[in-house]
């Protein structure tokens, strides 16, 4: 039986490790953390090829390597395995191990402003050149394919111990059937999907102001329901449209449902901002913010009920070309929010220099409000910030009816969440908007709370 499926939890030290790395300084070091758990079947290869000569020489049980700007030919660790053994789904196949290097998260930062203290271990934000979440994302795929594999954004030895052990607590590769893995959706079916729109639809998902639960702007957000697999969630979807290039054509399609909705609500007499999830290399291309001027005049619109949001799942590479992407399209009118701010790779560094004129915190950091003062500092600081540079705060993914207390406490105005409404379908949003025109006592009477900002 092959050792990867016999192996437990205690026994990291009849395993062979590869490491992938053509640092030496690097391998040496992931060697040194190897050895101190007791593994010493180890060995290093340089690059892909290499890999492939090892793993016909070799039975290897986990492969670990990397991700860093310089370095991220680990990502394709899926691809090269599948290719090599021919699916994912060998039992040769071995665990992958992704390892990013922690940068301070924001909340640190701000906490090393503003009281020096002992470091804690709070969860990183982003691995060096890469998002957590992107990672993550990628992490997340590989396994729907059917590798075994993980992520780790520290170089701590019980660290990479305990990944190695949730590694090898994931399910058996013995026990999954071949062909049961390939319940992944295929780079054929996004394509078909995004070409023909079946499947795709888009909901909507309110914005409230926290004062008095009125809707006062929304998010489209796009869902995928596969013919086979059902719903495919986003953060399994967006990875493979930005891998094969199909950005526009998913901003095409959202954007085509949103501006219906614009529409329908201009011809009830209703004005509610809509914002479109977007990529940097969506905004990017070249005459981005002019076809989406004439679009808009096309269908009767005015500009400014369009917000193109900034998403986080690619790293910006030009500030020079965002920059002059989001000025052409301030410059007619569309307003430009930073998503994902306090979490992902949306940094204080776009905030100061960029021209949004909105920022949403994100979710992570909302849901810490009620058990970290922390968390509290960090929205207190952003809010403030936001206020100086004349930007309006959006607070994502707000789960408690104290969360959003406290977030009215701090001064926070606007906010996105479960507890305020999900995401809808069109029909719903509709109806649910017709019903807070039509009432005159706002939909969600919410409980006073003192609109000043406290001094945190
Ligand atoms: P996002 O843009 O930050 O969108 C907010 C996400 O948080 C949505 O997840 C929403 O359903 C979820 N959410 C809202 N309120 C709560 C809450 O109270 N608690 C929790 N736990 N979650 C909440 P969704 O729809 O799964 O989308 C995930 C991400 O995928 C989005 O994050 C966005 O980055 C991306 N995405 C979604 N639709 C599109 C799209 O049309 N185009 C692009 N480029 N990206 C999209
Ligand atoms: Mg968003
Ligand atoms: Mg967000």
Not at 204 to 217: K, M, V, W
């Amino acid at each position: 039986m092959n050792s990867i499926v016999a192996c437990g939890p205690c026994e990291l030290d009849r395993l062979h490790v590869t490491v992938l790395e053509s640092d030496i300084p690097r391998a040496a070091r992931l060697l040194s953390i190897l050895r101190s758990l007791g593994i010493h079947q180890l060995s290093v290869v340089s690059g892909l090829q290499d890999l492939s000569l090892q793993l016909s020489q070799t039975q290897v049980d986990v492969l670990v390597t990397e991700i860093r700007p310089a370095s991220n030919d680990g990502l394709m660790l899926p691809s090269a395995l599948k290719m090599h053994y021919g699916s994912a789904c060998s039992l040769q196949s071995p665990r992958i191990l992704w390892l990013a290097e922690p940068l301070l998260p924001f909340t640190e930062l701000v906490e090393q402003h503003t009281a020096p203290r002992p470091r804690r271990t709070s969860p990183p934000t982003r691995g060096e050149g890469i998002s957590v979440k992107a990672l993550d994302a990628h992490a997340q795929l590989a396994c729907a394919a059917g590798f075994i594999a993980t992520t780790l954004y520290s170089f701590n030895a019980q660290a990479v111990c305990d990944a190695m052990h949730a590694l090898f607590a994931m399910p058996k590769i013995a026990n999954r059937p071949l062909h049961a893995r390939n319940d992944v959706p295929s780079e054929d079916d996004v394509i078909i999907a995004l070409a023909t729109g079946e499947g795709l639809r888009v909901v909507f998902q309110p914005q409230h102001d926290l004062r008095t639960g009125e809707i006062i702007a929304a998010e489209a957000l796009v869902r995928w329901r596969h013919p086979e697999y059902g719903d495919i969630s986003p953060v399994v979807l967006i990875p493979l449209v930005n891998k094969l290039g199909l950005h526009l054509l998913l901003f095409s399609f959202v954007k085509a449902r949103v501006l219906e909705v614009l529409c329908s609500l201009q011809s009830m007499q209703m004005e509610i901002p809509i914002s479109v999830n977007a990529s940097v290399d969506t905004l990017c291309t070249v005459g981005f913010s002019a076809r989406l001027g004439d679009r808009m005049m096309r269908a009767g619109l005015p500009n400014h009920l369009l917000k193109i949001e900034l998403t986080e799942d690619i790293p910006v590479m030009d500030e020079l070309c965002l920059s002059a992407a989001l000025n052409a399209l301030k410059i007619r009118g569309f307003g430009v929010s930073l998503d994902d701010f306090g979490s992902g790779s949306a940094t204080l560094r776009q905030i100061a220099r960029m021209p949004f004129d909105e920022v949403k915190i994100d979710g992570a950091l909302i849901r810490d409000l009620d058990t970290k003062p922390t968390a509290r500092r960090v929205i207190a600081t952003t809010l403030a910030l936001a206020r100086r540079l004349n930007m309006t705060v959006v607070a994502e993914g707000i789960e408690t009816e104290s969360c959003r207390i406290l977030l009215r406490r701090l001064g926070c105005t606007n906010g996105q969440g479960f507890v305020l409404s999900r995401p809808m379908e069109v029909s719903d949003f509709l109806s649910k908007l017709t019903a807070q025109r039509q009432s005159s006592v706002p939909p969600m009477p919410f409980s006073s709370a003192p609109d000043v900002v406290r001094d945190i």
